[in-house]
């Protein structure tokens, strides 16, 4: 079985897109300009046509996903392609042309139109490159959208083209581009009027006419999707901006002074920039348990190696202590600890700096960067701070607090002997 989110299926898809493409653009282009095809057309047409009938088998050998989860039973996975792709995938591997030669006759170039069925397939492509590739979706619509929109002029100007009267001998290609021209500006409603339907032959105004109306409505289709699009190409900074706006449009409500709604606005600044908007905590709580864990231990065991307290602990409490940090942030000037209270956290110190002060905040002890930690006698003894910490910059944070603390070590007396023997040397050196 062929892995359906693997690498050979990535090119592969892109590889028939391609080939979808090339008949979706050179069909109608012959069909209308009539040009008997060269060698090199011949071998295109038959490599396509043998990359399609593969594409049918490949297609029965790939693992699908089925309510969430991988199969990679053929008969269930037959039985889905039956019902879904398989009668276009074949009306396009078809190769009814050979049939009908030589390949300058128009049964001919009739008989090759269903192969233009394949770049439905694309959209087939769409659902499983949102679902699999690491990329925002609405970037993979935008794409989709603009290809179709692409197609569908070419395939409009092939109309006009073919309706309209040419001259025997004129230039087929400056004529094709002269069609395309035209289908551009009466799309996007712009229409300059230097190229017009004969008004002595009905259908090249009727045709005009339904290209008109279509291009309106598809005008104000393409405007709404585009901005509906591009605003959510980015759906995190959205919900982030939604959040400090409502925050700022509170703060002037209730006219808070313009110091702290500065500080405030520099803090979600600070949030989207390091941390795109998002809380580690809400992540994992949205987490079943088994992601939960990795994802914590991912984001916080470097964090926890740091500290000599956790040195040598069995993994198990590890693993319980690293779903009990939660993230916090601090702006310059901020007092994380303070003298004399009753502490009862622990903080690690993921990026950033702070320094320890007197109680009058005037003298400064030691200043504390990245890995550093302190607390952890207010986390073991429940002792009054003996220093004030505070954020010299932004600092990211993770606390521990002494009620998760103390039940994660429950089950471990040999280390909580260990630790409350650490602490009170600490105590004693202090």
Same mark, same amino acid.
């Given at each position: 079985?062929?892995q359906g989110n693997g690498?050979?299926?990535?090119?592969?898809? @892109?590889?028939?897109?391609?080939?979808?493409t090339y008949c979706a653009?050179?069909?109608?282009?012959?069909?209308?300009?009539?040009?008997?095809?060269?060698?090199?057309?011949?071998?295109?047409?038959?490599?396509?046509?043998?990359?399609?009938?593969?594409?049918?088998?490949?297609?029965?050998?790939?693992?699908?996903?089925?309510?969430?989860?991988?199969?990679?039973?053929?008969?269930?996975?037959?039985?889905?392609?039956?019902?879904?792709?398989?009668?276009?995938?074949?009306?396009?591997?078809?190769?009814?042309?050979?049939?009908?030669?030589?390949?300058?006759?128009?049964?001919?170039?009739?008989?090759?139109?269903?192969?233009? @069925?394949?770049?439905?397939?694309?959209?087939?492509?769409? #659902?499983?490159?949102?679902?699999?590739?690491?990329?925002?979706?609405?970037?993979?619509?935008?794409?989709?959208?603009?290809?179709?929109?692409?197609?569908?002029?070419?395939?409009?100007?092939?109309?006009?083209?073919?309706?309209?009267?040419?001259?025997?001998?004129?230039?087929?290609?400056?004529?094709?581009?002269?069609?395309?021209?035209?289908?551009?500006?009466?799309?996007?409603?712009?229409?300059?009027?230097?190229?017009?339907?004969?008004?002595?032959?009905?259908?090249?105004?009727?045709?005009?006419?339904?290209?008109?109306? @279509?291009?309106?409505?598809?005008?104000?289709?393409?405007?709404? #999707?585009?901005?509906?699009?591009?605003?959510?190409?980015?759906?995190?900074?959205?919900?982030?901006?939604?959040?400090?706006?409502?925050?700022?449009?509170?703060?002037?409500?209730?006219?808070?002074?313009?110091?702290?709604?500065?500080?405030?606005? #520099?803090?979600?600044?600070?949030?989207?920039?390091?941390?795109?908007? +998002?809380?580690?905590?809400?992540?994992?709580?949205?987490?079943?348990?088994?992601?939960?864990?990795?994802?914590?231990?991912?984001?916080?065991?470097?964090?926890?190696?740091?500290?000599?307290?956790?040195?040598?602990?069995?993994?198990?409490l590890i693993k319980e202590?690293? @779903?009990?940090?939660?993230?916090?942030?601090?702006?310059?000037?901020?007092?994380?600890?303070?003298?004399?209270?009753?502490?009862?956290?622990?903080?690690?110190?993921?990026?950033?700096?702070?320094?320890?002060?007197?109680?009058?905040?005037?003298?400064? +002890?030691?200043?504390?960067?990245?890995?550093?930690?302190?607390?952890?006698?207010?986390?073991?003894?429940?002792?009054?701070? #003996?220093?004030?910490?505070?954020?010299?910059?932004?600092?990211?944070? +993770?606390?521990?607090?002494?009620?998760?603390?103390?039940?994660?070590?429950?089950?471990?007396?040999?280390?909580?002997?260990?630790?409350?023997?650490?602490?009170?040397?600490?105590?004693?050196?202090?």
């Amino acid at each position: 079985m062929i892995q359906g989110n693997g690498k050979f299926r990535y090119f592969w898809d @892109l590889w028939i897109a391609l080939a979808a493409t090339y008949c979706a653009i050179e069909i109608p282009f012959r069909l209308v300009i009539n040009y008997y095809p060269d060698q090199i057309l011949f071998f295109a047409d038959a490599i396509v046509i043998l990359s399609f009938i593969t594409d049918i088998f490949i297609q029965f050998k790939t693992t699908i996903i089925v309510n969430g989860k991988w199969v990679k039973d053929g008969k269930i996975i037959a039985s889905a392609y039956l019902k879904s792709w398989f009668v276009v995938d074949l009306l396009a591997a078809i190769p009814l042309g050979f049939f009908f030669l030589p390949a300058s006759s128009l049964p001919f170039m009739l008989s090759r139109l269903p192969k233009i @069925l394949k770049v439905l397939r694309l959209f087939n492509f769409k #659902n499983k490159w949102e679902y699999t590739i690491k990329l925002n979706p609405g970037l993979i619509r935008l794409g989709l959208f603009f290809y179709f929109m692409g197609l569908g002029v070419h395939w409009i100007s092939c109309g006009w083209l073919n309706i309209r009267l040419v001259d025997a001998g004129a230039d087929m290609i400056k004529e094709y581009v002269k069609a395309l021209y035209w289908c551009t500006t009466t799309v996007t409603t712009i229409g300059y009027g230097d190229i017009t339907p004969d008004r002595e032959r009905p259908l090249e105004m009727i045709y005009t006419m339904v290209i008109q109306v @279509l291009g309106a409505g598809a005008y104000g289709y393409i405007i709404g #999707n585009i901005a509906t699009l591009l605003a959510n190409i980015d759906i995190a900074k959205v919900h982030h901006r939604e959040r400090a706006d409502r925050v700022n449009t509170f703060m002037r409500s209730k006219k808070f002074p313009e110091a702290l709604q500065e500080r405030v606005h #520099n803090y979600y600044n600070y949030l989207w920039a390091t941390r795109e908007g +998002y809380d580690d905590s809400a992540i994992l709580n949205d987490l079943p348990e088994s992601f939960k864990f990795e994802f914590a231990l991912l984001l916080n065991k470097n964090i926890l190696e740091k500290v000599p307290v956790f040195k040598g602990a069995d993994p198990n409490l590890i693993k319980e202590i690293v @779903l009990c940090l939660n993230p916090c942030v601090f702006t310059p000037g901020d007092a994380i600890c303070t003298f004399g209270e009753l502490g009862d956290k622990m903080f690690f110190i993921n990026k950033g700096s702070v320094e320890v002060v007197s109680e009058d905040g005037q003298k400064v +002890y030691a200043t504390l960067k990245d890995g550093d930690f302190f607390g952890e006698i207010a986390l073991l003894l429940m002792q009054p701070r #003996n220093a004030t910490i505070r954020a010299t910059d932004y600092c990211d944070l +993770y606390s521990l607090d002494k009620d998760s603390f103390d039940k994660a070590i429950a089950h471990y007396p040999d280390f909580e002997k260990h630790i409350k023997e650490m602490a009170e040397e600490r105590m004693r050196l202090r």
